[in-house]
């Protein structure tokens, strides 16, 4: 049974960071492109940011870029989003979710959430001003 595992939400600051991890026991992790997304309340849920099983080449949305940085480490089948200067409107539920990775290139194949197939319970992220 596939498990993705999110750990590292909380309460931060305006401008301050967190780092968020998930765990996934998707095998081999490194054959698996990787997201992260986001809902908050009354909100759709987003796209955050994704990482290439290959290349490890990433994707942002927009209005996180320079901000947050995703990263992946294959050894230990682990997933992370660094947040920093963190604001009030980046409070949501946070998740990571996996994908057979792919060779295409182009953004949308990579932020759009329906073609993801595996998901975490989610972390709960909460910004104060």
């Known amino acids: 049974q596939v498990q993705l595992v999110e750990s590292g939400g909380g309460l931060v600051q305006a401008g301050g960071s967190l780092r968020l991890s998930c765990a996934a026991s998707v095998h081999p992790f490194s054959n698996y492109d990787m997201g992260w997304f986001r809902q908050a309340p009354g909100k759709e849920r987003e796209f955050v940011a994704a990482?290439?099983?290959?290349?490890?080449?990433?994707y942002y949305e927009d209005s996180v870029k320079g901000r947050f940085s995703i990263s992946r480490d294959n050894a230990k089948s682990t997933v992370y989003l660094q947040m920093n200067s963190l604001k009030p409107e980046d409070t949501a539920v946070y998740y990571c979710a996996a994908k057979p990775g792919t060779w295409r290139s182009p953004k949308y194949y990579y932020s759009a959430g329906a073609d993801y197939d595996y998901w975490g319970q989610g972390a709960q992220v909460t910004v104060s001003s």
């Open positions: 990482i290439r099983w290959t290349s490890g080449y990433t």
